[in-house]
Nanobody, 118 residues
Framework: QVQVVESGGGLVEPGGSLRLSCTVSRGKFSVNAMGWYRQAQGKERELVASVASGGTTNYGGSASGRFTISRTSANAVYLQMNSLKPEDTAVYYC?????????????WGQGTQVTVSS
């Protein structure tokens, strides 16, 4: 059974930092890309950052040089967020793109709340 587990959210003051972690228990699947998305209240879910199995990274506009995604193993990533702003407040979701043979599937975590407020 595949599980995507996130951790590291919380309350932080503007200008502060947080590190989000995500681990996939992948069973028989191999893990291709992993990424972080966020959804603020009343808004659509958007890409924050992703990293492919080969290490290529892709950042959404919201990351704007403040966030860094890193892959620590085949099934784990973290997102370092610096210089946080109130507009970064959202639920952050980890997504893993898994592959078994020619079958590809996306799995999402439950989300972790990030609140930036003084």
């Amino acid at each position: 059974q595949v599980q995507v587990v996130e951790s590291g959210g919380g309350l932080v003051e503007p200008g502060g930092s947080l590190r989000l972690s995500c681990t996939v228990s992948r069973g028989k699947f191999s893990v291709n890309a992993m990424g972080w998305y966020r959804q603020a209240q009343g808004k659509e879910r958007e890409l924050v950052a992703s990293v492919a199995s080969g290490g290529t990274t892709n950042y959404g506009g919201s990351a704007s040089g403040r966030f860094t995604i890193s892959r620590t193993s085949a099934n784990a990533v973290y997102l370092q967020m610096n210089s946080l702003k109130p507009e970064d407040t959202a639920v952050y979701y980890c997504k893993a793109e898994l592959q078994w043979g020619k079958k590809y599937s996306d799995y999402w975590g439950q989300g972790t709340q990030v609140t930036v407020s003084s």
